[in-house]
């Protein structure tokens, strides 16, 4: 049986990282991923940071995985969320450096298809947790963008 990798439990203060290890929906539409970023600060305590391909819809499948090996090596960063999933987020789990999560395990947290990342993470063995994405934390009001009427 393994034995899992217990990590501390992230607290107001602590910085979180905010990756799109496929799909960057945090660019559509912007203000919607800017309004969960804020709720996920103040309801929490939080500090989500966001790399540099968070944001971007034509992101390398290796610069997607420098960000996901960036956050892990942080010893900063005490929790990693994935703002959703996306269907090549495949292509990215051979570039993830598993000796890098086990210097600084931390809790990794998403959904959908990031249980490619789920399942490549189990091996370190790491606890992990499906859900939420940073739709969740957007939460009740999205009906303030047009987007969402």
Same mark, same amino acid.
């Given at each position: 049986?393994?034995?899992?990798?217990?990590?501390?439990?992230?607290?107001?203060?602590?910085r979180?990282?905010?990756?799109?290890?496929?799909?960057?929906?945090?660019?559509?539409?912007?203000?919607?991923?800017?309004?969960?970023?804020?709720?996920?600060?103040?309801?929490?305590? =939080?500090?989500?940071?966001?790399?540099?391909?968070?944001?971007?819809?034509?992101?390398?499948?290796?610069?997607?995985?420098?960000?996901?090996?960036?956050?892990?090596?942080?010893?900063?960063?005490?929790?990693?969320?994935?703002?959703?999933?996306?269907?090549?987020?495949?292509?990215?789990?051979?570039?993830?450096?598993?000796?890098?999560?086990r210097?600084?395990?931390?809790?990794?947290?998403?959904?959908?298809?990031?249980?490619?990342?789920?399942?490549? =993470?189990?091996?370190?063995?790491?606890?992990?947790?499906?859900?939420?994405g940073?739709? =969740?934390?957007?939460?009740?009001?999205?009906?303030?963008?047009?987007?969402?009427?």
């Amino acid at each position: 049986m393994k034995s899992f990798v217990s990590v501390p439990k992230a607290r107001p203060g602590d910085r979180i990282a905010v990756l799109s290890p496929s799909f960057a929906a945090p660019s559509i539409p912007a203000a919607v991923h800017d309004q969960a970023m804020r709720r996920l600060a103040e309801g929490t305590g =939080l500090v989500p940071i966001e790399f540099p391909t968070t944001r971007q819809l034509v992101a390398t499948t290796e610069a997607r995985a420098a960000d996901i090996n960036a956050a892990f090596a942080d010893p900063r960063i005490r929790a990693v969320i994935a703002t959703t999933g996306g269907d090549d987020e495949v292509t990215v789990v051979p570039h993830v450096d598993t000796a890098i999560v086990r210097n600084d395990p931390k809790p990794f947290f998403g959904y959908s298809d990031n249980t490619n990342l789920h399942h490549l =993470l189990w091996g370190v063995p790491l606890y992990l947790f499906v859900g939420p994405g940073r739709g =969740l934390v957007a939460g009740p009001g999205m009906a303030d963008f047009p987007c969402h009427e």
